[in-house]
C-alpha cells in the first residue's frame, strides 16, 4: 500500500515560512511527479507547485518567487519550502504523487495526502 506523509502544516504570521514535507512509501516501482496542490474554504483545489521527471518544476503564478520545491530522490520526499506567505496563501495543503505502482505489474496511478493545514494571519 503506498502512503504519503505529511508535515510541515502550522500557522504563521505575514511574511512567515513554512516548510512542508511529504515522504511516499510503498510498492512504488517509480515517480512520474510529484507535489503540492492546495484548497481554500469555498474554493477548488489548484496546483501549488509540482516536479516532473525529466522537466523543470512547475509553480502556479501566485507563489512564484515565493515557493520554492524539491525532491529528495533518495527519500522519495517532496519539499516545499514556502516563504513570505501571505493570508491567501491560507489552505489545506495536499501532497500528490503519479507513480508506476504495485506488484506484480506497476500500474500507473495517483495517490493524494490526507493534507496538512496552513494558516497565514494578517
Known amino acids: 500500500q503506498v502512503r504519503l506523509m505529511e508535515s510541515g502544516g502550522g500557522l504563521v504570521e505575514f511574511g512567515g515560512s513554512l516548510r512542508l514535507s511529504c515522504a511516499a512509501s510503498?510498492?512504488?516501482?517509480?515517480?512520474?511527479?510529484m507535489g503540492w496542490y492546495r484548497q481554500a474554504p469555498g474554493s477548488q483545489r489548484e496546483l501549488v507547485a509540482v516536479?516532473?521527471?525529466?522537466?523543470?518544476?512547475i509553480y502556479a503564478d501566485s507563489v512564484k518567487g515565493r515557493f520554492a520545491i524539491s525532491m529528495d530522490n533518495a527519500e522519495n520526499t517532496v519539499n516545499l519550502q514556502m516563504n513570505n506567505l501571505k493570508p491567501q496563501d491560507t489552505a489545506v495543503y495536499y501532497c500528490?504523487?503519479?507513480?508506476?505502482?504495485?506488484?506484480?505489474?506497476?500500474?500507473?496511478?495517483?495517490?493524494w495526502g490526507r493534507g496538512t493545514q496552513v494558516t497565514v494571519s494578517p
Open positions: 500528490n504523487l503519479e507513480a508506476l505502482t504495485g506488484q506484480p505489474v506497476a500500474v500507473m496511478t495517483g495517490y
Open positions: 510503498g510498492s512504488i516501482f517509480s515517480i512520474d511527479r
Open positions: 516536479i516532473i521527471r525529466g522537466g523543470s518544476p
